[in-house]
């Protein structure tokens, strides 16, 4: 089974602050994105990655940088966070082949103050 | 720009009816479309891929539909048990978005016992 693993549940950030968030996946997946999740509009794509050291913008970058120095691992930052940025954020990875479905992360809620 | 949209947001049966759940999508010219699950507070788990030119994919008391021509798909849940309770998204890869997705805003679905 596909494992997407995010490294935090839960996080309180204060505003200004940098923040990381951390995924990993262990299918060797060429594909890695990072959506986040809010009531009524649901789930948007902040970046995507197809590659190691590439990423391409979503439909929300503003605010968001991302980092891929590894196959395995995709990481969001916060440069400095804002209270509007306090949501649910989800991780996902999948094949670079055609026709292959995205797999999720639990998600990380991030609380800003 | 691709918009997708699920009716009805909320759905409420007994359990052991069978259900439709619908999505609809307002560029036909989409790569493939897939049907997620989420439970409160979680990540999303990928139920059903239907490439475009599919018409149908079925996993267990799962089905999932796809008329391209006319912007729908549907998802077929038979005999509804209250472990079904749960979002479902529904999602579209249009053909020029490389590996990027749009989400409808999601059925939250009910099975009273």
């Known amino acids: 089974d596909v494992k997407v693993t995010q490294s935090s549940r839960y996080l309180v950030k204060r505003t200004g602050e940098k923040v990381f968030l951390e995924c990993v996946q262990d299918?060797?997946?060429?594909?890695m994105f990072w959506y986040r999740q809010d009531p009524g509009l649901g789930l948007r794509l902040i970046y995507f990655s197809y590659d190691v050291k590439m990423k391409e913008k979503g439909d929300i970058p503003e605010g968001y940088s991302v980092s891929r120095e590894k196959k395995e691992r995709f990481s969001l930052i916060l440069e400095s966070a804002s209270t509007n940025q306090t949501s649910m954020y989800l991780c996902?990875?999948?094949?670079?082949?055609?026709?292959?479905?995205?797999?999720f992360g639990d998600g990380t809620r991030l609380s800003i103050l | 720009k691709q918009e997708v949209t699920q009716i009805p947001a909320a759905l409420s049966v007994p359990e052991g009816e069978n259900l439709v759940l619908n999505c609809s999508f307002t560029d036909s010219a989409i790569y493939n479309l897939q049907w997620f699950r989420q439970d409160p507070g979680k990540g999303l788990t990928s139920l059903l891929l239907i490439q475009s030119s599919q018409r149908e994919q079925t996993s267990g008391r799962l089905n999932a539909s796809l008329d391209k021509s006319s912007g729908r798909s549907t998802l077929y849940i038979a005999a509804s048990q209250p472990g079904d309770s749960a979002t479902y998204l529904c999602a579209v890869r249009p053909d020029n978005a490389g590996n990027m997705l749009t989400f409808g805003g999601g059925t939250r679905l009910m099975v009273k016992p």
């Open positions: 996902a990875s999948s094949w670079g082949q055609t026709h292959q479905p995205q797999h």
């Open positions: 299918m060797d997946h060429e594909n």
